[in-house]
């Protein structure tokens, strides 16, 4: 039996750093919801555990043990085999979670392959802070340094458009630039009917690494003008530590159309237009 399992890319609609733990990571408290748009791994039975990356992002994506995949797989102990095969789409080292969506497709994947339980939640945080949040996509909010995960509100229709300029920021360095550490929490985020009031209501909160990640990477603030000004923008934010940004539009053909013009004006960008993705309860 064949495993197919999808790694949605991880949208931060909000980041709010709330503070520094003694270990220097940060409190956060986040909105996170995932885009149909992903990598996509295939988990085939075998001997031995390998990998193979495939897709039109798969360059500089390392294949031995450095891939999360791997360090995924190597949590549920040795021993075991699986011909894995990662087809990359979303750009690496983009606060889209990449790396991490694809820990935890893969560890679903593994769980289901070989039909065991996860590891333990302290195993797959040791993975990265997205990757808990990461395991069973849908609207959550995630707080503590990424393991507290709690349900989000329900998601009104809506289009996205993502956009990455290509540039890789790396994010230890957006943490070590930001200089406030202590900004106020996201207060209960109320659930909305409309893409327009989301918007309004996401429009009063923050990403407290925008700022840091655009001093480093200035391209990231003629993204955000970018986005903006597409026709039907409700809102234009960086997502995670950058650099990619995230547009929302009332429907995904306005988000499309945006996608077009994005991609015919700026050639060297990623440019992807989305829906919210959530992953089926069947196959969490
Ligand atoms: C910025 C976010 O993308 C928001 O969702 C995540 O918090 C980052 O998640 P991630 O890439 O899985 O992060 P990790 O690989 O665990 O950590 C990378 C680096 O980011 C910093 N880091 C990360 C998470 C966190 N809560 N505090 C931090 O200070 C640390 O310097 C750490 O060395
Ligand atoms: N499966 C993977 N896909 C992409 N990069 C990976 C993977 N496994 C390990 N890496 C390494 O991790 C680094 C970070 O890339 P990754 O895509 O994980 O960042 P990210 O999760 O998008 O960042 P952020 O946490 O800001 O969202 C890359 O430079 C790459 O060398």
């Known amino acids: 039996m064949t495993v197919e399992t999808f790694a949605p890319a991880k949208i931060n609609l909000t980041l709010h750093v709330t503070g520094q733990r003694a270990d220097g990571y940060h409190l956060l408290d986040s909105l996170v919801v995932f885009a149909d748009c992903g990598d996509r791994l295939t988990l085939a039975p075998a001997d031995d555990l390998t990998l193979t990356v495939t897709g039109p992002r798969a360059e500089g994506v390392p294949t031995d043990g450095r891939n999360l995949v791997l360090k995924a797989a190597a949590l549920f102990g040795p021993g075991r085999g699986a011909a894995i095969t990662l087809d990359k789409h979303l750009p690496a080292a983009a606060g889209i979670g990449g790396g991490s969506s694809d820990a935890a497709a893969a560890l679903r994947g593994l769980a289901q392959l070989w039909d065991v339980a996860l590891p333990e939640p302290q195993a797959v945080l040791s993975l990265g802070a997205d990757v808990p949040v990461c395991l069973a996509p849908r609207s959550l909010r995630m707080r503590g340094v990424g393991e507290e995960i709690t349900e989000g509100p329900r998601l009104p229709a809506m289009g996205l ?70 026709p039907g923008c409700l809102l234009a934010r960086m997502s995670g530590s950058g650099a990619t940004c995230f547009g929302i539009y009332d429907s995904r053909a306005e988000a499309e159309t945006a996608a077009t013009t994005l991609r015919a004006e700026n050639p060297g960008w990623w440019v992807a237009a989305a829906e919210p993705f959530t992953l089926k309860p069947a196959l969490a």
Request: hydrophobic share 50%; aromatic share 4%.
């Open 161 to 230: 458009v993502l956009v990455n300029p290509g540039v890789e920021v790396p994010t230890p360095a957006v943490f070590k630039a930001l200089t406030r550490k202590d900004n106020p929490a996201m207060p209960h985020p109320p659930g909305w009917a409309s893409a327009a009031t989301m918007a309004h209501w996401l429009r009063t909160q923050r990403n407290d690494l925008e700022a840091p990640a655009r001093a480093l990477a200035p391209v990231i603030g003629t993204v955000i003008g970018a986005i903006a000004a597409t």
